[in-house]
DNA sequence: ATTCCAATGGAAATTCTGTTCCAAATGCTG
DNA sequence: CAGCATTTGGAACAGAATTTCCATTGGAAT
């Protein structure tokens, strides 16, 4: 049928093979076809969103003519040549490709090292989203809680535990008063008791939240407890009792979450609290 | 026309405003809308491409459900509801220079946001430091212990427990039988007599070098327990008595060091282990 | 100058999408 | 348990969007 296309041995199926050959083909191209290519190249923003008949307008061109170009790099029609230019917007983790290449490329070896890459991609693809999600005001609110706040109670339980226990001994080092409820000997609700109206909670929960958390969280916040929780979504039956919360999401790898982001978060809360109290905003 | 959106005073016009007033409104909505509420917030980036029929198939919904939904928040119909999640994303990081601005803007503007970036570089750069650096060698040696023994005990004090802690958690969840030697109640010595032989105790220890971590990992090392250590130098007191160890190189930010690439390289190393053991190697 | 082929414009056709509508199911209230 | 209101599923509909088709143009070669 279409003899021109039958010596493309393969159509782009990422943005930036398809970039490049869009670049090769440029020359050999017609006229109104050329003109296609620098408006997609130039503004691909537009080509990710646009309907056909937007964006011939926007080209100067006809809308036949897109569809032309999408059929001479390969594509069967416009629609899969702008599936690429959404990919695009869609997974914009750094480097993807990358690392996914390094990835594979050491996996297929297996054994440890294979497992390690695994765990460290995931750690590493949480930390950044996290850097370019958190907002700022979750953060200074929490720290603002926890810096006026007489005592601070933390609570994780189970897969979170660690992020507790790690907290513990950072706010001991801040000389932040904490205390670590860690359900020893199932005394969890006693060992809350001592939290009052001008102490504070930190809760830390994700999927499946841990009923335990949940109840003291509720019951700290009905006694007039400032509860503080960072978990992984915002229906997540923390944020119900929560005066402030943190949203972070982890990356996983096999059956393990990473937890490097929840570390992070919680690690900058706690300093930053810290600091607050020191500049007297706890007073 | 519709009555139930008249008490809406206005529609969300931007992305932030549409994510609380689906926040607030979660509770009361019944299941179907509930459900595509959470789908909404959860994969955002495919709510702004798809079409109403792939997005029902996701979030396990029929179409019409969308589209209530959309009507429910008070928009015309689904598709204005979709061009804010498209909003969102055109808007997004204009190219790769300006996000890095808004970065550098951030460290020097301080606040909680600052140290956030401050400890997710840290951890960060330890993550990618730990993979161009690992030895395979050395994990799958660790890992063949570990394989290879009875009973695992886990040994890591002050900053590094956290780390302990996981490691109990999820070898627990592999399978395998582990002992957390937290040091509860000073009785660290009377946890450790339980190991002998045919077991091995996994020891975590960074500069400087909790005594009581050495003392135990010495005593047991001379009673013939397998000793795997995670340390941070060559010249760690560690090393003398381990049979097999690695070394972790953690970056810091202020006076506190990242924890990221320690507990990484734990989680590596005992999912190995669970492996190495289902296939045999430990018989 | 004529012929031929590729390129182009524009309209027709077809596919697909968002939306509406109605009947069945569900849950709540008296 | 009956009756009512709300919610849900699925099909039908109207409209828009993509794609195809064909006549016309433009330019090069004979």
Known sequence: MTGKSAAVAQVPQDFESLRSLIVLRREALPRRLAQVAEFALERPDEVAFGTVADLAAMAGVQPSTLVRFAQSLGFSGFSDLQAIFRARLRDRWPDYGERLERLEARAQSGGALALLDGFA??????????????????????????????????????????????????????????????????????????????????????????????????????????????????????????????????????????????ITVALAVAVSAAEKRRAGVGD
């Open 121 to 262: 991609e995931a750690a590493i693809a949480s930390l950044v989203r996290l850097r370019e999600e958190a907002k700022g005001e979750d953060l200074e609110r929490a720290a603002d809680i926890l810096a006026g706040s007489r005592r601070i109670g933390l609570l994780g339980q189970r897969r979170v535990f660690p992020v507790a226990s790690y907290l513990a001994y950072a706010c001991a080092k801040l000389g932040l008063e904490v205390q670590l409820l860690d359900n020893r000997g199932g005394l969890l609700l006693e060992e809350a008791r001592f939290l009052g109206k001008q102490d504070a909670l930190l809760a830390i929960s994700f999927t499946p939240y841990t009923p335990e958390t949940i109840e003291v969280a509720t019951e700290l916040a009905e006694r007039g407890v400032a509860v503080v929780a960072i978990t992984d979504s915002p229906f997540s039956p923390l944020t119900r009792s929560a005066r402030s919360w943190i949203e972070v999401v982890e990356a996983d790898y096999g059956a393990f979450r990473s937890l490097s982001a929840t």
